[in-house]
């Protein structure tokens, strides 16, 4: 199972691969609190970094998923400074703080 969240595609083009390579069905985030996880025996999660961290979504929602307790639990994290670039003047978030304007395009 491939748990995923995506703001602009990225996440989810990442996890629908990896769940076409593993043969893995995924699972959108805001399902997965719902969900009978109990028969998973790996357990993946796939979402991007935003602001060097995890969306504020799944912090909030991690807390209400039932991992089976003896699933293998893997991560990917997506992220790339060209992306939050675009996010950032698409969205207009933090477009004003200086911090951001010359601190993302400085990313790797
Ligand atoms: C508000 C915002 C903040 C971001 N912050 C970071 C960051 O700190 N580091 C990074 O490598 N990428 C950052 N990114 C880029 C995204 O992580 C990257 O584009 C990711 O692939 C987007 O995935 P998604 O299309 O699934 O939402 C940020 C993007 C946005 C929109």
Same mark, same amino acid.
């Given at each position: 199972?491939?748990?995923?969240?995506?703001?602009?595609?990225?996440?989810?083009? +990442?996890?629908?691969?990896?769940?076409?390579?593993?043969?893995?069905? $995924?699972?959108?985030?805001?399902?997965? @609190?719902?969900?009978?996880?109990?028969?998973? %025996?790996?357990?993946? $999660?796939?979402?991007? !970094?935003?602001?060097?961290?995890?969306? $504020?979504?799944?912090?909030?929602? #991690?807390?209400?998923?039932?991992? @089976?307790?003896?699933?293998? #639990?893997?991560?990917?994290? !997506?992220?790339?400074?060209?992306?939050?670039?675009?996010?950032?003047?698409?969205?207009?978030? %933090?477009?004003?703080?200086? %911090?951001?304007?010359?601190? +993302?395009?400085?990313? @790797?």
């Amino acid at each position: 199972m491939i748990i995923w969240f995506s703001g602009s595609g990225n996440s989810l083009s +990442v996890a629908r691969t990896l769940a076409e390579k593993t043969q893995d069905t $995924l699972l959108h985030l805001n399902d997965a @609190p719902a969900a009978n996880l109990s028969g998973e %025996k790996v357990i993946g $999660l796939v979402y991007p !970094t935003y602001s060097y961290d995890a969306p $504020l979504k799944i912090k909030e929602m #991690l807390g209400s998923i039932r991992f @089976p307790k003896d699933a293998y #639990l893997w991560i990917v994290v !997506t992220g790339g400074s060209i992306g939050a670039l675009l996010g950032m003047y698409l969205f207009r978030h %933090k477009t004003q703080h200086r %911090k951001f304007t010359l601190g +993302v395009p400085a990313m @790797p």
